[in-house]
């Protein structure tokens, strides 16, 4: 074989034949939601957190809203002993929330473990043994029967020394763990095994944490093995059934979301991801992929942020720009397509109905962010998005005319810089192409009234001075008829827009105008604080920009008034 064959490996073997449910449920309530980051996410990493760091995640987890948080392996590590004793004697565990504690099946261990929770007033003590084929023959060498064992041993373990402790309101957890890789059947048998010794009720339920320790198929093999395991578990309303996801075919979240349409309640992760090999389930991700549904997932995500730089910082692990929901660049379109269906839809979305924008499956404004990234140009983008930037950051609104006219400049100018472009850059991109203030320059200009309204108007050319005077129906017919009495030449106004750039009486107002100078298509675009002013300083860049461009003069270009 080759060092790249598919031959030497098998999939999974199916779930035996049961009443799958699973496909035809929705979800609609979030899950119990246990943060793994104190513990799993500390063991994956290269420098495991100091007490201090551990302290800062924790008032982090505790803020984002998550009520139950694995804190640690008490019995392995004296950091981890000594931050679940800071909890304990400065008494930051806030009242709806529990603490968990992970151990293996051995007495010191437990004995230590329990020692760590004294005057806690409520734990969790999470068992754990290796169940699968390949631990019990390769790694334990034992059979089924000696495995189930020490799952046993282990568990009377932890009911005999829970029983020294009866001031502390007990949670028993236990976990087959590799549960992804074992036989459906001998996950039941251990499983309950364990329940013979802990004797959970109804009102005093144990949890059974199921986990794809390594992620071995996918989601929906796993929702297959979960639902199976509920439908066959013994006494099952004393159960509260948990998922340990792992990302290694990059389906973690997946898994966990159809692990609770197949039954589980209960939900172990981290925040944004972190855990051993490629990482845990992420608590953020899956939290909103149930808001985006219109559950509430009943944890505080509105300033992801805030939970990036904890993450970023007690880690050392920067998170990916393109991370789902929270990373930089996940609202951010450069496609010109997508930009202009963004801005569309923004444009039509009322704030009484439900979320309908294009591209966008949440309100960025939910979770803290803005417009400002949503639409970003750069040389993949198209008129909507330039468009967008002007709108939103100068109140510059383009007609559909002069966006096609400023798209290749725009384009150019980011091919050029081979980067993105800010709205500043565009606006300036804009006034270079499509306003020119020489050699023809609106000096002063009077409006009369009357049966046809007239304009008499002073040019600069150069050091000479120009005045016309001209009639019309508006302001702009009449320049251009001035225009056409001073020069014999017709400038046809083929469409203009006008608009205030801001809502008070001060703001200035900009101007642009699709002119026919000589048979030539010419846009402009001019800025003034008074209206009229604006519209004829953009006639005249158009003349300007027409003269630099060599459009012959002709008489004949017919003029079409829009005022």
Not at 50 to 74: D, L, N, T
């Amino acid at each position: 074989m080759s060092a790249f064959d598919h031959r030497k490996y098998r999939p999974a073997p199916r779930v035996p034949a049961f009443d799958r449910q699973w496909p035809d449920r929705d979800l609609d309530h979030a899950p119990i939601w246990v943060s793994e980051d104190l513990r799993d996410g500390n063991q994956a990493l290269l420098e495991p957190m100091s007490v201090a760091q551990k302290q800062r995640f924790w008032h982090q987890i505790v803020k984002v809203g998550i009520k139950e948080v694995m804190v640690g392996f008490p019995s392995a590590s004296q950091p981890d002993y000594d931050f679940v004793r800071w909890l304990i004697e400065e008494d930051q565990i806030p009242e709806d929330v529990t603490i968990a504690v992970l151990v293996q099946c051995r007495e010191h261990l437990i004995e230590k473990t329990f020692e760590s929770l004294v005057g806690a007033k409520r734990a969790i003590v999470h068992l754990y043994n290796s169940t699968s084929t390949t631990q019990r023959e390769r790694v334990f060498e034992m059979d089924r029967a000696g495995i189930v064992d020490i799952a046993v041993q282990g568990a009377t373990w932890v009911k005999t020394y829970a029983a020294r402790y009866p001031q502390i309101e007990w949670c028993f957890e236990y976990t087959p763990e590799s549960f992804s890789s074992t036989e459906i059947d001998f996950s039941l048998e251990i499983c309950e095994a364990v329940m013979d010794v802990w004797q959970p009720t109804p009102d005093n339920k144990c949890i059974l944490n199921l986990p794809t320790t390594v992620e071995v198929a996918g989601p929906h093999h796993h929702a297959d093995q979960i639902e199976y395991f509920c439908q066959h578990i013994k006494n099952r309303d004393s159960v509260i059934i948990s998922v340990h996801t792992h990302n290694d075919r990059g389906g973690a979240a997946a898994s966990a979301e159809l692990a609770l349409l197949a039954g589980a309640e209960r939900v172990e992760g981290t925040l944004l991801g972190n855990g051993e090999r490629t990482g845990n389930m992420d608590i953020v991700t899956l939290a909103m992929n149930l808001y985006s549904q219109g559950i509430d997932p009943e944890l505080d995500l509105s300033n992801p942020d805030e939970i990036i730089q904890v993450v970023q910082e007690c880690t050392g692990i920067a998170m990916h720009p393109r991370h789902p929901w929270v990373g930089e660049m996940v609202y951010t379109a450069f496609s010109g397509s997508h930009q202009d269906a963004i801005r569309k839809s923004l444009k039509k979305q009322r704030p009484d109905e439900p979320w309908q924008v294009a591209y966008l499956p949440i309100d960025p404004r939910d979770i803290g962010r803005d417009y400002q990234a949503v639409i970003r140009v750069n040389s993949q983008s198209g008129k909507g998005g330039m468009a967008f930037l002007l709108e939103r950051d100068y109140g510059i609104s383009l007609p559909r005319w002069m966006m096609l006219a400023l798209a290749p400049y725009v384009q150019k100018e980011s091919e050029v810089r081979a980067s993105e472009l800010s709205s500043e850059i565009i606006r300036q991109v804009m006034f270079d192409n499509f306003q020119r203030e020489a050699p023809l320059s609106l000096a002063d200009y009077r409006l009369s009234k009357g049966q046809e309204e007239g304009i008499e108007v002073t040019l600069w050319q150069g050091a000479e001075t120009l005045r016309l005077s001209g009639k019309g129906n508006g302001a702009m017919s009449s320049f251009t008829d001035a225009w056409q009495r001073h020069t014999g030449t017709s400038v046809g106004i083929i469409d203009y827009s006008e608009h205030s750039l801001g809502g008070d009486s001060d703001a200035n107002a900009i101007a642009f105008v699709q002119l026919n100078v000589g048979g030539q298509r010419i846009c402009a675009v001019a800025e003034d604080s008074d209206t009229v002013s604006a519209s004829l300083k953009a006639i005249l860049s158009g003349i300007n920009l027409a003269e630099a461009q060599g459009a012959p003069q002709s008489t004949e270009a017919r003029a079409t008034t829009v005022d």
